[in-house]
């Protein structure tokens, strides 16, 4: 009853912050209209509609949201908390991130992983986590889309669904040009260009570099690492897309899309023994600017991708045909130091020193992905309207690792060489029907076959140190066939409220996990099945001057999928518990609060709670002596915890953002604008059994950027600060050496210089 006082004391609160301002100007409503807040078209049901018809939450982020937070060299995980109940974070620098949902998600660390969130970039999905990094350039708008979206979306959607669409091309020359220096050496630049070739034919051509200085010293004497002056922290980020739209007849079009992404930084820094048992909070032995490796090659990284995709639609009249084939291909090496400290030579009691090296590396990985999608939909805005579809997905990834003993060795020891193929299909409809001028009701299936294949192999090079044997066509093979369903209604109270409630299923494919480093052991997850409820209202307020949206929701999930990770073993090992639950209520909206300022914000409150009496896993090393506040059991020399009652690992019990915005006319086509906006997450676990030290508090940051724009000219010139007052927030650990631990980016600021035509 206590957490339920307080979120309603909470939502209440926003509710009162949206009215008060705006019922002060009632009288002058000139302003109220010109001042309105405008509609939101989304795209969450494979058709355009405004997002207050959608019976379910979803949330949109535009361009100038997008380009605010991305300022500094953000990358896709600066999206974390800027929507209610979505976390992003990663241990694998700026690619591979993990997406989690009202606390779904999944912290396997490995490039072969599947999550419950799925990355959808123009209609085509982004499956491998490998891929889910790419970066955001010429975005037109990103949607979260917020629940099970398997009717429409496919395969391992149980907790929602990121959905980006990119800027196509149009019957306009139109264009737009940034470029941004700040601290660090920062540099960001990003066009897009919209070129009409004739009245059938536009081309959309669009690039974006991202590039940072090194900025972090590593202090150990490692010949092999150093370099002249600083010796981690840089990246160059290079991307580019090409849209092709080919419109022949009014009812034909087709686009063609070519993109490319080339990458090489440096990897998720580790910091040894950053963390004191018995605290959660960072020690002296952190230090931003500097870390002590021996190993690590400077931890770090490359990816190269490259994609090609055609969407052809035809308007039948009655119903329109899609048809949308995508394909990916990438590689990418990479190497860290794990423990993030110096194990030999370094004096006893250095903050640095670390119990034994440990060094891993991806020699090579490579990965081919095609998607297959075809779907029928009804036209027009009729009572009843529906759609069909079909999905097929492959794909092959081979991943080639190295383990390194000692210090800086130069060759690999051990090389375990892995390949996964995966495929599935699936067939899908939905249907909605106007009941009455108020009543919607909207009800999807989707039957999907999923299978997918383990094949590896440890390899013993000459002269390797390791005691560990070789290990040849170590197999392994999952597979499941799921119906997904999801009903839903939505009741128009009048031209301001929307009512909404949902109920539906999801589902997530079988997986396999196989690190034979030093081990055969293989390890899989049986599918995970969501059942979902979720209530809710869209409001628009005060003659358009204000949003306000709510959603209470509440999910089961049967055997769900869990990875645990590090521990005295350093495993990484798929588990399925019993059961998992998630309830909570998200708010948000934006308001018009008069004299030119503007107010955006969300609050979501996330309970989860691991079920399974008998669950226990594997804890923090004795080496790591960490602080292990779950029942404990012995079983021959392993110490277990059990784990029932736990939250999901990375799921923020509480979550907030808001961004206050300011906007001054100076003349009639000039404005001076401001900015300023904030995330907070509190109460969320690293791992699946609870520690003191890995349990965080709160974690938070703020922006601000302000500027000139001249309207007119389409010229624009703004000054940024990210993460202001410099925070060092704590998004991972490691457990199975030392108490281990990585940071948020510091604070980044600098200018910004931009053109649009």
């Not at 980020?237 to 070519?258: E, F, K, M, N, Q």
């Not at 048992?277 to 990816?303: C, M």
């Not at 998607?371 to 097929?392: C, H, I, K, M, P």
Request: net charge negative; glycine share 10%.
């Amino acid at each position: 009853m206590t957490r339920l006082s307080a979120l309603a004391a909470s939502a209440s609160g926003l509710a009162l912050l949206l009215s008060t301002p705006a019922l002060a100007q009632s009288a002058d409503v000139q302003v109220e209209q010109a001042a309105a807040v405008g509609d939101i078209v989304v795209t969450a049901q494979r058709r355009s509609e405004n997002i207050r018809d959608v019976p379910f939450a979803v949330t949109a982020m535009n361009t100038e949201t997008l380009n605010a937070v991305n300022a500094g060299g953000g990358d896709i995980l600066q999206l974390s908390g800027r929507v209610p109940s979505l976390q992003v974070e990663s241990s694998n620098g700026r690619y591979a991130p993990r997406f989690y949902i009202r606390g779904l998600g999944n912290v396997d660390f490995d490039f072969n992983a599947s999550q419950p969130v799925s990355v959808v970039l123009d209609d085509v999905v982004l499956e491998n986590v490998y891929l889910k990094g790419f970066p955001l350039f010429d975005v037109k708008q990103l949607e979260v889309l917020r629940g099970p979206q398997g009717t429409l979306f496919g395969r391992n959607t149980p907790a929602g669904v990121v959905k980006i669409d990119t800027v196509k091309p149009g019957d306009d020359f139109t264009g737009f040009g940034s470029l941004t220096y700040g601290n660090y050496g920062s540099m960001r630049a990003e066009t897009g260009v919209t070129l009409p070739a004739s009245d059938t034919l536009s081309v959309r051509v669009a690039a974006l570099w991202n590039h940072r200085d090194d900025w972090v010293n590593n202090a150990w004497d490692a010949p092999f690492a150093k370099k002249d002056g600083k010796d981690l922290g840089s990246f160059d980020d290079v991307a580019g897309r090409i849209h092709v739209a080919w419109t022949p007849t009014d009812r034909l079009s087709t686009l063609l899309t070519l993109q490319a992404r080339d990458y090489e930084g440096t990897g998720t820094m580790n910091r040894a023994n950053v963390l004191t048992k018995g605290s959660n909070k960072l020690n002296d032995n952190f230090d931003r600017d500097t870390v002590w490796y021996d190993g690590g090659r400077n931890n770090y990284q490359k990816q190269k991708t490259l994609s090609q995709s055609l969407q052809v639609a035809y308007d039948f009249g009655p119903a329109t045909l899609t048809g949308v084939i995508g394909s990916y291909q990438g590689e990418s090496q990479g190497n860290g130091d794990i423990d993030g400290g110096v194990s030999v030579g370094a004096p006893t009691g250095a903050g640095y020193k670390t119990p034994f090296a440990v060094e891993t590396g991806t020699l090579s990985s490579d990965l081919v992905q095609n998607t297959y999608e075809l779907r029928l939909a009804s036209n027009g805005d009729g009572r009843f309207g529906w759609q069909v579809g079909a999905f097929y997905w492959d794909e092959r990834f081979n991943l080639v690792s190295g383990t390194f003993n000692g210090v800086g060795g130069i060759a690999p020891t051990v090389v375990p060489d892995v390949i996964q193929k995966s495929d599935s299909w699936s067939i899908f409809g939905q249907g909605r029907y106007q009941v009455t001028d108020a009543l919607k009701l909207t009800a999807g299936v989707r039957y999907t076959d999923d299978s997918r294949d383990f094949w590896g192999r440890r390899i013993i090079p000459a002269g390797s140190s390791s005691t560990a044997k070789p290990l040849d066509n170590v197999t392994k093979s999952v597979g499941d066939e799921q119906v997904s369903w999801d009903v839903s209604a939505l009741y128009e109270v009048n031209d301001g409220l929307n009512l909404f409630a949902r109920v539906a299923n999801g589902y997530r494919g079988p997986s396999i996990q196989g690190r034979i480093a030093s081990a055969d052991i293989v390890t899989t997850a049986d599918s995970e099945t969501v059942m979902s409820y979720e209530a809710g209202f869209k409001a628009r307020l005060w003659e358009g001057r204000a949003r306000l949206n709510a959603t209470a929701y509440f999910y089961e999930v049967s055997d769900p999928q869990f990875t645990a990770i590090g521990g005295a073993g350093n495993f990484n090992q798929l588990l399925n518990a019993d059961k998992g639950e998630g309830y909570g209520l998200e708010v948000d909206g934006d308001v018009y609060l008069g004299a030119g300022f503007s107010l955006a914000g969300g609050l979501a409150w996330n309970h989860t709670e691991i079920k399974d009496k008998d669950l226990q896993v594997g804890v923090c090393s004795a080496l790591a002596n960490c602080t292990v506040t779950d029942r404990m059991v012995t079983v021959g020399t392993a110490r277990l915890a059990y784990i029932d009652g736990n939250p999901f690992p990375q799921a923020p019990e509480w979550s907030a953002n808001l961004t206050l915005s300011y906007v001054h006319p100076i003349g009639d086509d000039q404005e001076l604008f401001a900015a300023t906006d904030w995330v907070m997450q509190k109460d969320f676990n690293l791992f699946l059994y609870e520690s003191v030290e890995f349990m965080q508090d709160t974690a938070f940051e703020g922006g601000l950027r302000a500027g000139w724009r001249d309207l007119n000219q389409g010229l624009e010139a703004a000054v940024y600060v990210r993460n202001i007052t410099d925070e060092a927030n704590i998004l991972g650990a490691i457990d199975f050496n030392n108490l281990t631990a990585f940071v948020n980016e510091p604070r980044m600021y600098g200018v910004e210089l931009s053109k649009r035509f």
